[in-house]
Structures are given as structure tokens and as C-alpha cells.
DNA sequence: ATCTGTGTATTTTTT
DNA sequence: ATACACAGAT
């Protein structure tokens, strides 16, 4: 079958799809519900540009994660030869680092180190000095701060008064200690992820720069276009005029806005694109009505408005199920036994996804599929990159592909026994200053470890003799460091640390170079179970909301649906976090194919709240809880409370008050 | 003065 | 799982 048929791209889709796959407007928005075929539309459209003769590497998909990215490409591979292979598929930010490393005379930085979250906070600290605040902000909240300015381009004021309204803050301190970090993180070669697409963006306001980048596709699809934010659109805007946009979302489930992403952007579509199309998708392949009523019903309680509702092409099945526990073991519990039956069933583990609002909620799933012997996959846990031991091992690897690296010197030198901060900060400055008179970053490194190990010294050399070689250089970075870390980590699971380092070693073979294989993981991370045996097998997916965005089970559980978490308690007080906690609960909602599951625990709790900052829409809501108006007919409402037997009373001579000395003796203290 | 070890607190959501 | 504070060791 050298020559596909048209039917065999388009065979399976509906009159919808397909005008949505053929559509010949050079720019489109597919407006599509949960589970109306976004991923098959999207993977349609890139097969019919294909074979329309449109050359693989003239088309883009960006995506929101790793994983979507990678499912896109094996599905538009699917079938056809080799060639689809060069479609590429990546993030905003992996896209971005892409052209920027692609053309360096354009946009600069080569030799500049990505940070990632924690490193930011490493340097903000290092700014702040001793007592590591600014008026009461920690350095977290200020990098979340300066990082929700970037995203919604606003200023430093206007993001203070956006985001912290009711704090007495001197904005001109925060700023100062901002103006600091910058100085900081350019002395030190250093980029953040908003600094990526920041430096992307600003390029492309030069028209000619827009041009040349436009002129690389044909096409760009972005995927998730509801969770797009004010930044990712100023590298948009630039590049309407010089190629196509294949923009899929659906602005119920957006729920990026705490990372700047504005639902409503989506409605403005056709005005910010001159001559978009905008289409729609609105039957659902994926589940029973029965799940789509309740969502609908969730979405048609909200004040926003949005006229949607989602049919069920698959008809009817089985009514949502609540359950009530006491405790969350106990509703952990319950979610273990219930897949252990499925599976006596001989339903595999696949048939489930556990939905968890945060990563520590999910702490408890999955210590109960442990205790089980559930396989299972966690995604919102540790990161990779993320963790201790391979931070450490990385820091090695990084003060040599970055010497001005401080971050990461500090880090290394803090492993060697007998070195705290104060000792490597002596050393790093050595380094600096020898720097400054001109040595050599090996001649400086040589100087500045003077006082230190001879295997450390000799260590870095080998690391930057392998440097080629990448996973060579983090076995010997992994060698090099093995006795400190066993030591170090004795008591923490030195053992499954260790293979984690043979993973990492594993994923830098072919890496062209130490800074382009941190950067491919530190901008698309992969999760640490992900990489366990258990992911090549059967097995469950423990995910948070947030993570699960594309994904769909036969069974979903959606654990911890209590009042205080849906909305979380923290959202109260605002109305678009508390709408923004609706569209989680319905991206929730809407992953079970055939039956879903919710759980949750003191229900009874009411939780009252304040909404609003004083405008029209503030008031007094008496019971923030999203369920508390939930029409019976909707779900089946299952309690496991299990009902105290009430203890006997006392008979009725004993119910006299009675008294107790509670004096101690003092016996005799002569 | 500096480092190491222990106990305690703390976590929305992610690139 | 990690950050921070504090006490104790060298």
C-alpha cells in the first residue's frame, strides 16, 4: 500500500473532523471538547500535509509535554515510511532553544546554561544573602512573582498588585533585589525558562528575523492552544504574516492560568489572526453520557458561560459513582482493592488511571499500589533532573561545559568531605579571580582546587576529555563522585539512587554536547518511574490533573473530590482560580471512557469563603464546595462511613460528679 | 570557625 | 523528598 487512499487518512473521522483535517484556511482554531478526537484531528491534519507533498521537516507541532510529543509523532508515523520521522514535535520552550541554538549569529547566548526551577531559587537565595527574604517574600515567591510578570508581560508593579493585592510591600525593595538577580544570572551565563522564549520573542519583532524563522515551515499546529500565555503569544503574533497556524483547544480546559495562560484568549482567535477559521468539535468518542452529563452539569454551573455540551456518540453506560471515606487510607484503600478486583477479572492494570490534584496526594495512592504489588507509573513525581543525586553528578558535568556555572560549583564542591559553603565559596572565588587575570578555565580550575582532593582535579580533566562523548563523561562524573554519594546517602536508598545514575548515563548517549543533553531534560523532563521496569509492562497510571492533560482509561478514579479541595482552599478569594479549580475537576471528569470513579473524604465540612476583591462579582459564597449542588439523579452515592456503634451509658448510680486529688504525694523530703 | 548530623516543617498545579 | 535551624563535634 505505497499510496494511501484518502480513506486512509480520513476514513475514520466524522463530516467534522474531516472538514477540520481538509480545511484550506491558512489559519485555523479547532475549537475541540474533551475526547472529541483532538490528537486523532491534529495527527489527520499533519498525514493530509504530508501527503499533499508538504516536506516533514517544513511542519511543527508544538505540544505541551514530552509525552504528547512523542505520541503525536509515533502516531503520525503510524503506518507510513520512515520520511514522517522528521516531523517535529516539541515544546514552546523546545522549540525556542532549537532556533536559538540553531542560529546563534541571530539570537546569541551560545555558551549560556539553562536553569531550571531549582537553580533559579539557588540564585535568587545567593542574592538575598543571610536572612534569604525580602520584605517577607521568600525567594521562591519572588521568582514566582518576576516568572507570572514575564508570562502575562506585565511589569514588576503590576504583577505585585495582581498578585499580592492584600501584602504591605515595599515594591522598590522587591525590585531591587530583582535588578540583582538579573546581574547575577548574567554574570553567570545563566537563562531561564521564561528567558528562552523571552530571547526568542524579542528577535522576533524584527520583521526580517520573523521572516527567515517563518519562511523554516509551512505549517505550525499548536496543541493545547487554550493554555497559551501573553508570552507565547508575542512569539506568535510575529509570525502570523509568514506561515500557517493549526491552533487545537478548548477553553474549558485551560487550566494553566496560574502560569499566565488567559482562557479567554481563545475566544479573541480570529481578531489577534487575520483570516482564521474557527471550527468546532463537539461529539465525544470517548465516554458514556453518563460521565458527560455530570460534566456538562459542572461546566453549566458556572458563571462563565461556556456553551458547551458535549454528546456521547458511544450512548449510554453506567452513572458516575461517589464514594465517602473517613480517611484517606481508607480511600486509597478502597482504590487499591477495587483494580486488584478488576484485575482477579482479568482486566488489566491498563484499565486504570488514578487522578490526584496534587503530587502529594498522590503520595498515598501510591504508597497502598506499593504495598500491593500494583505496577504502576507516577507522572508528577520526581523529576530526573530533579533529584539529589543526580543534581550531583550533573554539577560536575556542568562546571565543565559552564565554567562561570556558580550554581553548580557550589554544589560539587560541598560533596567533597570537609567542605561546607564557606570553604567553597573561598574556592569558587579563587577560580573567578584567576579567571579575571586571564587564565585559562583549566588553568583557573587547577588554582582554585588547590587545597582540595587530587581526584577531583584529575576527575573534571576526564570528564572534559570524554566531554564528546557524553555519557562517557557522566560514567566518569558518576565514578568519580560514587564514594561520597554512598556515604552521602547511606541511609536514603543509595541503591536505587545508583541506578538512577545509569539512567542518566543511558539517556546522554548521542547527545551531541554536556549543554544541549542537560538542556533537552531540563526543558522536557522525564519522570523517574517512567523510566522503571514497570513502564515497559502492564501497569496503572497514578497522575496529577495537571499531567494528565490527553490522557483517557477505561476507568478513572478521581481521588480526593472532598470540599476544600475542589476548589483547593487556596483558590478561595478569587474568582478566576476558583473557576480555574472548576476546569481541573472537569479535565478530571471527563478521562474515564466507561466508569468513573470519585472519591472523597469529610464531605460534611463546609467551607466558607469570601470571593472577590471588592468588584461586582464579590460576595459572600456560604459553602465553597462544587459538588454541594450536585442534583441526586447525576451520580451514585456510595458511603463507606462506617457508623460507630454508639457506646452504652453508664447506669445511673454512677453518674454522680466526681472529684480527684491530682496533688502528687511528697513523701518525706527531709 | 566550620562542618556534620538530627529533627522539624512544608508542598497546587509545570515548562 | 528536600530545606532550614540548631546543637554538637573537630
Known amino acids: 500500500m505505497a499510496e494511501a487512499g484518502v480513506d486512509g487518512v480520513l476514513g475514520h473521522l466524522n463530516p467534522a473532523q474531516r472538514e477540520a483535517v481538509l480545511t484550506g484556511a491558512s489559519h485555523n482554531l479547532i475549537l475541540a471538547g474533551a475526547g472529541t478526537g483532538k490528537t486523532t484531528t491534529i495527527v489527520a491534519r499533519v498525514r493530509h500535509l504530508l501527503r499533499q507533498g508538504v516536506p516533514p521537516e517544513r511542519i511543527l507541532a508544538i505540544t505541551f509535554t514530552r509525552r504528547a510529543a512523542a505520541e503525536i509523532r509515533s502516531r503520525v508515523q503510524g503506518d507510513l515510511a520512515g520520511a514522517s520521522s522528521s516531523v517535529a514535535a516539541m515544546t514552546f520552550h523546545g522549540w525556542a532553544m532549537r532556533e536559538v541554538r540553531g542560529a546563534p549569529d541571530v539570537f546569541g547566548y551560545e555558551g549560556w546554561s539553562v536553569l531550571d526551577a531549582e537553580d533559579q531559587l539557588q540564585v535568587m537565595r545567593g542574592v538575598l544573602g543571610r536572612g534569604k527574604r525580602v520584605e517577607g517574600l521568600k525567594a521562591a515567591q519572588i521568582v514566582d512573582l518576576l516568572s507570572f510578570a514575564h508570562n502575562t508581560r506585565r511589569t514588576l508593579a503590576a504583577a505585585i498588585q495582581a498578585k499580592l493585592p492584600d501584602l504591605d510591600v515595599d515594591p522598590k525593595a522587591i525590585g531591587a533585589a530583582v535588578r540583582a538577580y538579573e546581574q547575577r544570572k548574567t554574570e553567570r551565563k545563566y537563562l531561564t525558562y521564561d528567558d528562552i522564549l523571552r530571547v526568542f520573542a524579542a528577535r522576533l519583532a524584527d520583521d ?11 505549517e505550525i499546529l499548536i496543541d493545547e492552544m487554550q493554555d497559551t500565555n501573553p508570552l507565547q503569544w508575542q512569539i506568535i503574533d510575529p509570525l502570523v504574516p509568514h506561515t500557517r497556524f493549526y491552533c487545537v ?4 480546559q485551560s487550566i494553566y492560568g496560574f502560569r499566565g495562560a488567559d482562557f479567554a484568549s481563545i475566544h479573541s482567535f480570529s481578531d489577534r489572526v487575520p ?3 474557527v471550527l468546532k468539535l463537539e461529539d465525544n468518542y470517548r465516554s458514556t453520557q453518563e460521565i458527560l452529563d455530570l460534566s456538562n452539569w459542572l461546566l453549566a454551573e458556572s458563571p462563565l458561560g461556556y456553551d458547551k455540551k458535549l454528546r456521547a456518540v458511544r450512548g449510554k ?3 458516575p459513582e461517589l464514594h465517602s471515606f473517613e480517611t484517606p487510607q481508607d ?5 487499591a482493592a477495587e483494580m486488584m478486583r478488576a484485575h482477579r477479572d482479568e482486566l488489566p492494570w491498563a484499565t486504570h488511571l488514578v487522578l490526584v490534584r496534587t503530587n502529594w496526594s498522590g503520595r498515598a495512592i501510591e504508597a497502598r499500589l506499593v504495598e500491593n504489588d500494583i505496577p504502576y507509573v507516577f507522572f508528577g513525581g520526581v523529576k530526573l533532573l530533579e533529584s539529589a543525586h543526580v543534581r550531583d553528578v550533573l554539577s560536575a558535568l556542568r562546571v565543565v561545559a559552564n565554567p562561570d556555572d556558580e550554581v553548580a560549583w557550589m554544589r560539587l564542591l560541598t560533596l567533597v568531605p570537609r567542605v561546607g559553603d564557606v570553604t567553597a565559596a573561598r574556592a569558587f572565588d579563587s577560580f573567578l579571580t584567576a579567571r579575571g587575570d586571564g587564565a585559562s578555565a583549566r588553568e583557573a580550575r587547577g588554582l582554585a582546587l588547590a587545597g582540595m582532593p587530587a581526584w577531583l582535579k584529575a576527575g573534571l580533566d576526564a570528564i572534559e576529555q570524554a566531554a564528546a562523548r557524553v555519557d562517557d563523561a557522566v560514567g566518569r562524573a558518576a565514578a568519580m563522585l560514587q564514594p561520597v554519594l554512598a556515604h552521602k546517602y547511606r541511609n536514603e536508598n543509595w541503591d536505587a539512587r545508583a541506578r538512577d545514575l545509569v539512567h542518566v548515563e543511558r539517556l546522554a548517549a548521542s547527545r551531541a554536547s554536556i549543554l544541549e543533553f ?9 519522570f523517574t518511574s517512567e523510566l522503571e521496569p514497570e513502564s515497559q509492562q502492564d501497569h496503572v497510571i497514578v497522575s496529577t490533573v495537571h499531567s494528565a492533560k490527553g490522557l483517557e482509561r477505561d476507568w478513572a478514579f478521581c481521588a480526593g473530590i472532598s470540599a476544600g479541595s475542589y476548589p483547593s482552599a487556596r483558590s478561595l478569594g478569587d474568582v478566576d482560580e476558583l473557576e480555574e479549580e472548576r476546569r481541573v475537576l472537569y479535565v478530571a471528569l471527563t478521562r474515564a471512557r466507561d466508569r468513573l470513579v470519585m472519591t472523597r473524604t469529610a464531605a460534611h465540612t463546609p467551607v466558607r469563603a469570601w470571593v472577590g476583591s471588592g468588584g461586582a462579582a464579590a460576595g459572600f459564597v456560604e459553602d465553597a ?4 449542588t450536585l442534583p441526586e439523579r447525576l451520580v451514585e452515592e456510595v458511603p463507606h462511613v462506617v457508623a460507630r456503634p454508639a457506646r452504652p451509658a453508664p447506669p445511673p448510680g454512677l453518674s454522680a460528679p466526681a472529684e480527684v486529688d491530682l496533688s502528687i504525694d511528697l513523701g518525706d523530703l527531709d
Open 518 to 526: 542537560l538542556e533537552e531534560y531540563i526543558l522536557s523532563p522525564v
Open 625 to 628: 464546595y462544587f459538588f454541594n
Open 317 to 319: 453506560g453506567a452513572k
Open 249 to 252: 483547544g478548548d477553553d474549558a
Open 275 to 277: 483570516g482564521a477559521r
Open 208 to 218: 526580517a528575523v520573523a521572516a527567515w524563522v517563518g519562511s523554516h515551515y509551512d
Open 331 to 335: 480511600e486509597a484503600g478502597f482504590i
